[in-house]
């Protein structure tokens, strides 16, 4: 039997539990942790509410928590309620499947300003993570800027730009949307540090922001390069900054009706937050230009004055105790997915955060193959672990509430019966409330 402990009930945990059923099937025990009493990680609570096709991908991850082969153990969190050590003595493989739950720092003065966010805690917000829920943006200015230039820059900024209609069929969460509704936010500038070929947006992305109802995105044609340059882009690129072009000349009937901007601001560095009385009241930016394919500064500064500053620059691995980490890269120390005999790191947890949702499938196939050849080597030992009868025995001891996927499915019934119109759910964002949801085991 092998016994497999998966830290994190995301992607990367699911399709590496995916992976341990078809290659052990029923001589497998895989039991996933999270220490949210609700699982599918980021897709919860990191994609964006209105694009719901995308968390569909949730139901192919059911049919693997379906049986006894998998099981959901939430509520529990690793280095808390059970240390790493005790896991690893208890499983044949333990793989942290974690993922980059937190904000890369901005390295700049003023960073720490009131209403400066990064965008984990402020997606996290909007989408009713129970970390940030109590956050509670300032929506009052009348400019906001966006620091970064991939799809989640993209996302924070067609949250701030929609009408209350266009949520329609989204899962946004009450308060947000609340907060939304009353915003006198009419100027977003999106800042990038290098120009229109570097950016790391995507066309269909990009392409929603022509959709909105009372938003529309502009481009200066100054920071476009010549049309003839287009060519050495790969055609994902190359549709990309087309759509670019596209904003940098905006329909008249929507430049004149359209309350809202949403411009983007190529070759910026920012410099320095401004604050005012510890609040953030502008940023301070030096132009660019892109050398070799870096930014280089030109000592050319400006000020955009703004009421709110968001970064969108990139995530981190929440460090676990006992396990090797590597600073500079923000994420577990590992050589190919090996951390420690025993201990794995699969997707971004592994690799930073790159790639999209699918990529973390043949990651986790990849992680069940090098472990299938660890126990060929001998390099895990002879097994007999105790998993996850272990587990059960030492979870009793301790008192640990564990919440098993036949409560989490009793939660998503409560959430779905409280849903607006409209909506498919109204998430739960307090672990108190999610718990007792569940109702009487």
Sequence with gaps: ?????????????????????????????????????????????????????IKAVARRYEKTAIGDTVRFAGNIEIGRDIAIEELTELYDAVILATGAPRDR????????????????????????????????????GRHAVIIGMGNVALDVARILSKT????????????????????NIETITILGRRGPHQIMMTPKELGELLRLERAVPRVENADLPPPESDDMLDPGQRKSVTLLREFAQPAAADRDAKPVSIEFDFFASPKAIIGEEGRVSGIEVERTKVEAGRAVGTG??????????????????????????????????????????????????????????????????????????????GALGKGGKKGREGFDALAAERGLDVVTFQDWKRIEDAENAAAREGSPREKFVDIDAMIAARGAD
């Design 300 to 377: 050319e500064t400006y000020t955009i004055p703004c009421g709110i500053v968001l970064t969108a620059i990139g995530y981190r691995t929440a460090p676990i105790e006992g396990v090797p980490f590597d600073e500079r890269a923000g994420r577990f120390a590992n050589d190919e997915g090996r951390i420690l005999p025993g201990l794995y790191a699969v997707g971004w947890a592994k690799r930073g955060p790159s790639g999209t949702i699918g990529t973390n499938k043949p990651d986790g196939f990849g992680i069940v193959d090098l472990i299938e050849d660890d126990i060929a080597s």
């Design 105 to 140: 720092d901005l390295p700049i003065p003023g960073a720490d300003s009131a209403n400066v966010f990064g965008s984990a805690a402020f997606v996290g917000w909007y989408n009713g993570h129970p970390e940030y829920a109590a956050l509670a943006p300032d929506l009052s």
């Design 1 to 53: 039997m092998r016994h497999i402990a998966i830290v994190g009930s995301g992607p990367a945990g699911y399709y590496t539990a995916e992976a341990a059923v078809k290659q052990w099937g029923e001589d497998a025990r895989v039991d996933i942790f999270d220490k949210l009493p609700v699982p599918f990680g980021l897709i919860r609570t990191g994609v964006a509410p209105d694009h719901q096709s």
């Design 164 to 183: 209350e209609a266009e949520f329609g069929g989204s899962d946004i969460v009450a308060h947000a949307l609340e907060l939304l509704r009353d915003s």
